[in-house]
């Protein structure tokens, strides 16, 4: 039996579903399991669990052997201590994981370091490494595909500024991935057979700048790329507020991801991809072509 945390979220939907494909038996876990209908109607198991209440996931993870944790607290609005509740969750998952009986947990965070958003997601690897259970740890840079908020949040700039006020992360480097290729990663760690109980980058074949991704996204659109004017002091915050009015992210999901934008997110060390066996290969316009069309869609 597989479970995951996070099953409501975009990642998490997605891999409930890939694994279903897959023949796996799947408990999906959420905090409302009324918005999980849609993954009981392709075959998932659907639990109440959530991670702050630590008496609803012994139940939840009972007969289980990988446990996917998929959950981030990044809060929205003026309710942004999202870092201390990330530790507590992820706290309570540990023990009860170990409690339950689990063979590994497999946590999805992000490359890089130096913001209050990236630093929380791998201070939650380690505390979910502190427990008893292995840890397969996951690090990407953004994930690309209509449900990301980071791949959001550029679509809507390119699609409606042909001209951008841009602080100097655009020239950070970058190595994003295509969302289905970070679900065939994920989903590979199912597999208690491979030795992935460790750290393991993951990135798309093309290293860019946020620049050269808001370019290359223009192009995938069919549009001139936007002319940006770089300024050298542009505030996260002031930032945010910007992408706030004209773009649907909320503004206080904006900021956090925005303050890690200035640092480098770039795979350093393939061989997790490696353990893997088949590494992500779409290509970044295909990727973000692709993500375009979809968001479009829907």
């Known amino acids: 039996m597989i479970a995951v945390a996070g099953s409501t979220g975009y990642i998490g939907g997605l891999l409930c579903r890939r694994l279903c494909d897959d023949g796996q038996q799947v408990r999906a876990l959420a905090r409302h399991p009324e918005r999980a209908g849609e993954l009981r109607e392709v075959g998932c198991e659907v639990a109440r669990a959530d991670v702050l209440e630590p008496e ?23 309710d942004g201590d999202f870092a201390e509740r990330d530790h507590r969750g992820a706290e309570n ?31 939650t690897a380690e505390t979910l490494r502190k427990g008893e259970v292995p840890v397969s ?14 791949f959001r949040t550029v679509f809507y700039l390119v699609r409606r500024l042909p001209v951008m006020v841009t602080p100097r992360w655009v020239a950070t ?32 074949p093309d290293v860019t700048t946020y620049a050269g ?21 542009l505030t996260p915050r002031l ?9 649907p992210v909320d503004a206080g999901v904006a900021k956090p991801l925005i ?19 088949d590494p992500p290969r779409t290509p970044l316009l295909e990727a973000l072509r692709s993500a375009a069309a979809d968001l479009r869609e829907g």
């Open 56 to 78: 609803t996931l012994g139940p939840a993870l009972e007969g289980v052997d990988v446990a996917y944790y998929l959950v981030h607290s990044m809060g929205r609005g003026s």
């Open 213 to 233: 991704m808001i370019d290359e996204l223009a192009r995938a659109l069919g549009r001139r790329p936007p002319l940006r004017i770089v300024v050298p002091v």
């Open 137 to 150: 740890y996951f690090r990407a840079a953004a994930v690309l595909g209509p449900g990301s908020e980071s």
């Open 173 to 204: 480097r970058t190595q994003p991935i295509a969302i289905d290729d970070a679900i065939g990663c994920l989903a590979a760690a199912s597999d208690l057979s491979l030795p992935v109980d460790r750290e393991i980058q993951i990135g798309g």
């Open 259 to 277: 303050e890690g934008l200035s640092t480098e997110t770039v795979v350093t060390d393939p061989s997790g991809m490696e353990l893997l066996g």
């Open 239 to 247: 930032s945010s507020l910007w992408i706030g009015l004209v773009t």
């Open 93 to 123: 998952f540990a023990a009860a994981a170990a409690a339950a009986g689990v063979k590994r947990i497999v946590y999805l965070g992000g490359l890089g370091e130096g913001s209050k958003h990236l630093d929380s997601r791998h201070a």
